[in-house]
């Protein structure tokens, strides 16, 4: 398993997983703008045999010292075997590096299996949302991390 930055070859590969994961999937060409995009780490996690064909990634949009996790996602088939939690151990390595103190993240309030996947990384719900979510509309619980805890 290898953890590293996206490529633009892995695009097709990360909006399958978009549309397998989430209501609002994102597209290839948006996916593409936020691998370019400096204030964003963008990582996936790859088979070494498979190098353009994704099996994870997260999606970080830097603000000065403070983040928001905009996606992670596993592939569904994978979910449930540690690769989120050692996704998110990298990305935060990552986040401290660039001096980054805060991270915070919306997750949807019926996601109990995502929201006790970070809850154990150590992000604790911090407020609610009302009605965040427009495509199958839904409240939002917000959560929040620093960094260096
Ligand atoms: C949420 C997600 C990223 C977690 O990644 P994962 O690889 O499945 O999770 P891991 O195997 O690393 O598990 C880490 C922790 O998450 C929790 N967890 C994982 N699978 C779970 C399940 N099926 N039910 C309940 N909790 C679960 C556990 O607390 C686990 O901790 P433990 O190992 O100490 O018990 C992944 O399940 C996913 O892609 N879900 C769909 C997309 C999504 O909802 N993303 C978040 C949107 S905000």
Redesign the pocket.
């Known amino acids: 398993m290898m953890i590293s930055k996206a490529k633009q070859t892995q695009c097709r590969e990360i909006a399958a997983l978009e549309r397998e994961?989430?209501p609002d999937a994102w597209s290839e060409v948006f996916l593409a703008r936020k691998i370019e995009d400096e204030s964003v780490i963008f990582l996936t996690v790859c088979a070494a045999e498979n190098p353009d064909a994704p099996i994870?990634y997260c999606i970080l949009q830097t603000l000065g010292t403070e983040a928001e996790l905009l996606?992670?996602?596993?592939k569904k088939s994978?979910?449930?075997?540690?690769?989120?939690?050692?996704l998110l151990t990298e990305l935060f390595q990552q986040a401290k590096e660039q001096n980054i103190q805060k991270i915070f993240?919306?997750?949807?309030a019926s996601?109990?299996?995502?929201t006790?996947?970070y809850e154990?990384s150590g992000f604790q719900k911090t407020g609610l949302r009302k009605n965040y979510y427009k495509q199958d509309p839904e409240d939002a619980v917000l959560m929040t991390k620093e960094v260096s805890t």
């Open positions: 994961n989430f994870a996606r992670i996602a596993v994978g979910q449930g075997s540690g690769i989120g939690r050692a993240l919306e997750v949807r996601n109990e299996k995502a006790r996947f154990r």
